[in-house]
């Protein structure tokens, strides 16, 4: 009975790998960018938190998040190449990201971000901005000043921009994906929100 159903099981499960590889055509869904994939599953989300696309694509990338396995790493790389403001206030923006990292609080704070520049239509101007943020959002003074520029935070600063310089040649415009370091992911017209979800959680699991 057991073996019975286990070939039931493959059965059911080949023709849904064969849908999948089907639905998603290198070229149209998604390009290779490198020969080979990181050694572990990574999504990088390159965003700002100027571009109202990827304030748009929040709820999407929460999506995202609960979907993926376990062992895969979502992490957000804030650039700095936009044309909404000064690249030194994009580049405190990135600094506030990783204070937000290091506080274990990104998602709280990311959000916070997002919603002062496009619900409440505040300009952000300057770290002092993005300090009173964190400050309204529970964040105490102290802790916030002792992280800004702190080696832990500088380090991550260093990582996110080598990120965007990584694949700055890549990225034509924010939200964009780029999947296990291999993949770039294109979403068109005609896919919906599941789509776009569904189209990262499989790029997530290929190598």
């Known amino acids: 009975m057991k073996k019975i159903i286990l070939a039931l099981?493959?059965?059911?499960?080949?023709?849904?790998?064969?849908?999948?590889?089907?639905?998603?055509?290198?070229?149209?869904?998604?390009?290779?960018?490198?020969?080979?994939a990181t050694d572990k599953p990574v999504i990088?989300?390159?965003?700002?938190?100027?571009?109202?696309?990827c304030?748009?694509?929040e709820p999407i990338v929460k999506d995202i998040?609960?979907?993926?396995?376990?062992?895969?790493?979502?992490?957000k790389v804030h650039v700095n190449f936009m044309g909404f403001t000064s690249t030194e206030t994009q580049d405190d923006a990135s600094r506030a990201l990783m204070v937000a990292r290091?506080?274990?609080?990104?998602?709280?704070?990311?959000?916070?971000?997002?919603?002062?520049?496009?619900?409440?239509?505040?300009?952000?101007t300057s770290i002092k901005d993005l300090k009173n943020i964190f400050m309204v959002n529970g964040v105490d003074e102290a802790d916030f000043d002792k992280l800004v520029g702190?080696?832990?935070?500088?380090?991550?600063?260093?990582?996110?921009?080598?990120?965007v310089e990584k694949y700055r040649q890549?990225?034509?415009?924010?939200?964009?994906?780029?999947?296990?370091?291999?993949?770039?992911?294109?979403?068109?017209?005609?896919?919906?929100?599941?789509?776009?979800?569904?189209?990262?959680?499989w790029l997530s699991k290929q190598k």
């Open 9 to 36: 099981f493959i059965a059911v499960l080949v023709p849904l790998q064969a849908c999948a590889q089907e639905q998603w055509k290198e070229g149209e869904h998604y390009t290779i960018i490198n020969d080979t």
């Open 44 to 53: 990088n989300e390159f965003f700002s938190y100027w571009c109202p696309h």
């Open 55 to 57: 304030f748009q694509f």
């Open 65 to 75: 998040k609960s979907k993926i396995s376990d062992d895969v790493k979502f992490e």
């Open 102 to 124: 290091a506080l274990k609080k990104e998602d709280a704070l990311s959000t916070a971000i997002f919603r002062y520049i496009h619900v409440q239509k505040s300009s952000v």
């Open 150 to 163: 702190s080696f832990g935070v500088n380090s991550m600063l260093k990582k996110n921009n080598k990120m």
């Open 170 to 201: 890549y990225l034509r415009g924010v939200p964009n994906f780029i999947v296990n370091g291999k993949f770039q992911a294109t979403f068109t017209r005609d896919m919906n929100t599941k789509d776009m979800v569904d189209l990262i959680v």
